[in-house]
C-alpha cells in the first residue's frame, strides 16, 4: 500500500491543525490565569502583583503563627493548672484487719495531687462483714485519727516525686 503525495500532504496538514489547536488551548487556559493575577494588579504589573500576594501570605502566616502560639501557650498553662489539682500521687498498702482473717483482703488506698490533697479509701474485711470509708486529706494532712496502714498509705504517696515545673 502506497502512498501518494497528495495524501501525506494531507496527513502532514491534519497534524499541523491539530497541533495549532493544541496550542490556541494552551494559550487562552494562560491567558486566564494571567488575567486573573492581572486582576490583582493595579498597575497591570505582574511581578508586582505576585509581590504584593506573596507579601499578603507572608504576614497572613506570621499572624496565624503568632496567633496559634498563644492559644498553644494557654492551652498549656490550663493543662498545667489542670495537671496540678489530679489526682496522681498513689499509695496502697494490704493488709489483715482482723486476727482470723488472712491473705490480706483488706486496704488503704491513697490518692493525692500535687498539693497532697486528696481521699484515703479504707476497705476493711472481715469473715461476716466489708467496711469502706473515705478519709480527706487536705496539705497531707487530716484532722481524723489515721489508722498505721492509712497513714503509711498516706507516706507512700506523699513520698512520690512531684514535678519541678519550669518557672522554678
Given at each position: 500500500?502506497?502512498?501518494?503525495?497528495?495524501?501525506?500532504?494531507?496527513?502532514?496538514?491534519?497534524?499541523?491543525?491539530?497541533?495549532?489547536?493544541?496550542?490556541?488551548?494552551?494559550?487562552?487556559?494562560?491567558?486566564?490565569?494571567?488575567?486573573?493575577?492581572?486582576?490583582?494588579?493595579?498597575?497591570?504589573?505582574?511581578?508586582?502583583?505576585?509581590?504584593?500576594?506573596?507579601?499578603?501570605?507572608?504576614?497572613?502566616s506570621k499572624t496565624v503563627n503568632s496567633a496559634s502560639d498563644a492559644v498553644l501557650m494557654?492551652?498549656?498553662?490550663?493543662?498545667?493548672?489542670?495537671?496540678?489539682?489530679?489526682?496522681?500521687?498513689?499509695?496502697?498498702?494490704?493488709?489483715?484487719?482482723?486476727?482470723?482473717?488472712?491473705?490480706?483482703?483488706?486496704?488503704?488506698?491513697?490518692?493525692?495531687?500535687?498539693?497532697?490533697?486528696?481521699?484515703?479509701?479504707?476497705?476493711?474485711?472481715?469473715?461476716?462483714?466489708?467496711?469502706t470509708y473515705v478519709r480527706e486529706i487536705i496539705?497531707?494532712?487530716?484532722?481524723?485519727?489515721?489508722?498505721?496502714?492509712?497513714?503509711?498509705?498516706?507516706?507512700?504517696?506523699?513520698?512520690?516525686?512531684?514535678?519541678?515545673?519550669?518557672?522554678?
Open positions: 500500500m502506497t502512498l501518494d503525495n497528495n495524501t501525506l500532504l494531507f496527513i502532514a496538514l491534519a497534524i499541523m491543525m491539530i497541533l495549532i489547536i493544541i496550542c490556541f488551548i494552551l494559550n487562552a487556559v494562560n491567558s486566564s490565569k494571567i488575567n486573573t493575577i492581572m486582576d490583582y494588579s493595579d498597575e497591570g504589573d505582574i511581578i508586582s502583583a505576585l509581590k504584593d500576594y506573596y507579601d499578603k501570605v507572608d504576614d497572613l494557654s492551652r498549656l498553662s490550663n493543662c498545667e493548672n489542670d495537671s496540678n489539682i489530679s489526682l496522681k500521687k498513689i499509695g496502697i498498702i494490704n493488709f489483715d484487719a482482723f486476727d482470723d482473717v488472712k491473705g490480706k483482703l483488706s486496704f488503704s488506698l491513697a490518692l493525692l495531687n500535687n498539693n497532697n490533697d486528696g481521699i484515703i479509701i479504707t476497705s476493711l474485711y472481715g469473715h461476716n462483714s466489708c467496711n496539705g497531707g494532712e487530716t484532722p481524723i485519727k489515721l489508722l498505721e496502714e492509712e497513714k503509711a498509705a498516706l507516706n507512700e504517696a506523699k513520698s512520690k516525686l512531684k514535678r519541678i515545673d519550669n518557672n522554678g
